[in-house]
């Protein structure tokens, strides 16, 4: 690989020259370039040799992920590849470069990124932070998408890291990389990780599966919302010397959830893991009971680990229940009120909202400027958990005054004022009202 760093142009597969341009970044077998090839600028990513025992299994898994083809657009997928060194075998493949508003997942859960100065030349801190609690449930339920998708093709995840997402903030889409290293259950590629990244049973030998992303998938989850880490307590505190065998322990052998209900030897510290502290009681007690059940009961019993729809249900709820007041304030209405509550009050200016209540489910959606319903509120069969179906509009003319506006394709069916049902379709609204109902087609709601 030293011979890459000095090298500044490589052949593709099909004789290609590419020009490095520059490095982007380095892992612990590889290293990704910037390069130009046909006017085009692409990722390279290069395997470091001397640090993989078996580049050619990782060269077969690269091929067969190519011949596969990319799952979907969030994937920053292998493309087409290098011409191999004849001696050592050595390669490298080239992918989509990750857009300049996609941040590190990394950065988010640090909640900053280092950047350099234009003034001084000085690195300085700048903060990464979601736009709104729109965007930051969004990128947790693409990133669960993410995983649900993979795992229909009966692939699983082999090397999850701090480098494995890429987030925009401003909207919540998420790019997955190291895709190099998600393979058909029954592989192992053997990929040097973080165990905290792992499933205690990957951790201990077995191959990853279907089970096994389940948990990982939490872990990624957790990081995002909590800014911490599930093991990260006081005894990982007190440990003396934290090596890799140590460090696996606390996540397979020796793992105790900080908020395990029945043992408290492992609690997050006030100094220490004041993220974890600040934001575990920010959400609803749905999703720290899932969190939870998912780090206590599921840990040693992959068969009550919650699945990737069972995680999809529980945000696709938190998206629902976002109540973003006019005074700024944006909060989660399950955290202020009880589930028979119809009114919704802000905690900060006190200002009241109505609800909408939908015909297939127990909890209600909030209606306020801003708030979106999403295709797969209208139809519950529907697996399309991101386009926005409706959004929730202020009257142009007389501010104050609200109506749902439909952006989907379908035609409802809508009860006015006058007491007739009118149909509303792309691109029309209608008031809201005391007597509202709505008839999506395969699901209804009302006022």
């Known amino acids: 690989m030293s011979a890459y760093l000095t090298r500044k142009r490589i052949e593709t597969e099909f004789g290609e020259i590419a020009q490095i341009i520059d490095v982007i970044g380095k892992g612990r077998q590889s290293i990704v370039y910037k390069v130009e090839t046909n006017t085009q600028y ?7 040799t001397d640090k993989i025992d078996n580049i050619e299994q990782i060269h077969r898994n690269v091929r067969r992920n190519i011949a596969d083809g990319k799952p979907d657009r969030r994937f920053l997928w292998s493309e087409y590849t290098t011409i191999t060194d004849s001696k050592t ?4 493949y080239f992918m989509d470069l990750k857009p300049d508003n996609f941040e590190y997942f990394a950065d988010v859960v640090n909640g900053y990124k280092f950047v350099t100065d234009s003034d001084t030349g000085k690195q300085i801190k700048k903060k990464v932070r979601f736009s709104s609690l729109y965007a930051m449930i969004t990128a947790v339920i693409n990133i669960t998408d993410s995983f649900r998708k993979i795992n229909e093709l009966g692939k699983s995840f082999q090397g999850l890291g701090e480098g494995s997402f890429f987030i925009d903030t401003a909207t919540g889409e998420v790019l997955v990389s ?11 590629l053997d990929i040097k990780i973080r165990s905290e990244y792992k499933a205690p049973e990957v951790i201990n030998g077995i191959l990853p599966d279907e089970k096994s992303d389940m948990y ?18 006081e005894k990982t505190v007190m440990s003396v010397c934290l090596n890799e065998k140590e460090v696996s322990k606390h996540y397979s052998t020796d793992a105790v959830f900080i908020y395990d209900p029945d043992n408290d030897s492992n609690r997050a510290l006030k100094g220490i893991h004041d993220n974890v502290i600040r934001f575990w009681n920010d959400y609803p007690e749905y999703i720290r009971d899932a969190f939870t059940y998912t780090f206590t009961e599921g840990i040693n019993n992959p068969v009550k680990r919650l699945t990737f729809s069972d995680w999809q249900n529980l945000f696709i709820r938190l998206r629902s229940e976002i109540l973003c007041c006019m005074c700024g304030k944006s909060t989660f209405i399950s955290m202020n009120a009880k589930p028979e509550d119809e009114i919704f009050v802000c905690p900060v200016c006190k200002l009241k909202y109505a609800s909408l209540k939908f015909s297939d489910r127990v909890y209600r959606m909030p209606l306020c400027i801003g708030g979106k319903i999403f295709m797969c509120d209208i ?16 009257n142009k003319i007389h501010k104050g005054l609200m109506g749902i506006k439909n952006l989907s394709w379908k035609k409802w069916s ?11 379709t792309n691109g029309k609204g209608f008031p809201i009202w005391q007597g509202l109902k709505i008839d999506f087609g395969r699901t209804k709601a009302e006022l």
């Open 379 to 394: 139809d519950p069969s529907s697996e399309d958990v991101l386009t926005v179906a409706g959004e929730i509009v202020e």
């Open 89 to 92: 075998g050595a390669f490298g």
């Open 414 to 424: 809508v009860l006015m004022p006058d007491g007739i049902y009118h149909d509303v």
């Open 42 to 48: 692409k990722a390279l990513k290069w395997y470091d």
């Open 178 to 188: 190291d895709c190099d290293t998600i393979a058909p259950y029954g592989t192992c």
């Open 216 to 233: 990982s998938l939490a872990l990624i989850l957790f990081r995002l919302l909590f800014r911490g880490d599930p093991f990260d307590g």
